[in-house]
């Protein structure tokens, strides 16, 4: 099956840039979701296919994609961005059943 | 504005069957091009896609997870349901009923999530 390999944390002081980024087998080649969860609260879609933002959506939040690698980055860091990021793909796998595949996400601390 | 909620007992105990219902508004169960899946997220952080259902009635399932899945639709409640049997302290998560955009997309909106505790 699929994986997609994301660092456990990331840290960035208030106002400078985080990117977190995603790994895979000729990611490149797939379209890349990006979610925000906060704490108790559900996930939340903030980029989709690699590098769309939803209306609502800052545009401090941005997405790239190319290679193995995909990433999310955000600009102008706020203490309200603190939250986990999962980045997603979708998959056929070897028995062409389609599967949704989640990153292990990423804990954005805001120093 | 579409809006998911789920809803369903918050304790199974194990080796019983885990049965979930979410409830659609704003938005039909029944209109082409949506896929309703179902999603958990397991203690600690991960995030795991159950199986979908299409408007069809047609659905599909995680390998992982496929001889103990079902899902169902009751497109006159506008709602969709998920069974999960023969559950174990493993399966003990958050459980989120979601949209699926596109035919390979991404998920928006998500419900609020349920917690389900496998205890006896």
């Known amino acids: 099956s699929y994986v997609l390999a994301q660092p456990p944390s990331v840290s960035v002081a208030p106002g400078q840039t985080a990117s977190i980024t995603c790994g895979g087998n000729?990611?490149?080649?797939?379209?890349v979701h990006w979610y925000q969860q906060k704490p108790g609260q559900a996930p939340v879609l903030v980029v989709y296919d690699d590098s769309d933002r939803p209306s609502g959506i800052p545009e401090r939040f941005s997405g790239s994609n190319s290679g193995n690698t995909a990433t999310l980055t955000i600009s102008r860091v706020e203490a309200g961005d603190e939250a986990d990021y999962y980045c997603?793909?979708?998959?056929?796998?070897?028995?062409?059943?389609?599967?949704?595949?989640f990153g292990g996400g990423t804990k954005l601390t805001v120093l | 504005q579409v809006q998911l909620q789920e809803s369903g007992p918050g304790l199974v105990k194990p080796s019983q069957t885990l049965s979930l219902t979410c409830s659609v508004s704003g938005g039909s169960i029944s209109s082409s091009g949506y896929y309703w899946s179902w999603i958990r997220q397991l203690p600690g952080r991960g995030l795991e896609y159950i199986g979908y259902i299409f408007y069809s009635g047609s659905t599909s399932y995680n390998p992982s997870l496929k001889s103990r899945v079902s899902m169902s639709q009751d497109t006159s409640k506008n709602q969709f349901s998920l069974r999960l049997t023969s559950v174990t302290a493993a399966d003990t998560a958050i459980y989120y009923c979601?949209?699926?955009?596109?035919?390979?997309?991404?998920?928006?909106?998500w419900g609020q999530g349920t917690l389900v505790t496998v205890s006896s």
């Open positions: 000729n990611l490149g080649s797939k379209n």
């Open positions: 997603q793909v979708w998959d056929s796998g070897s028995d062409q059943v389609w599967v949704w595949v």
């Open positions: 979601v949209r699926i955009v596109g035919t390979i997309g991404y998920f928006d909106p």
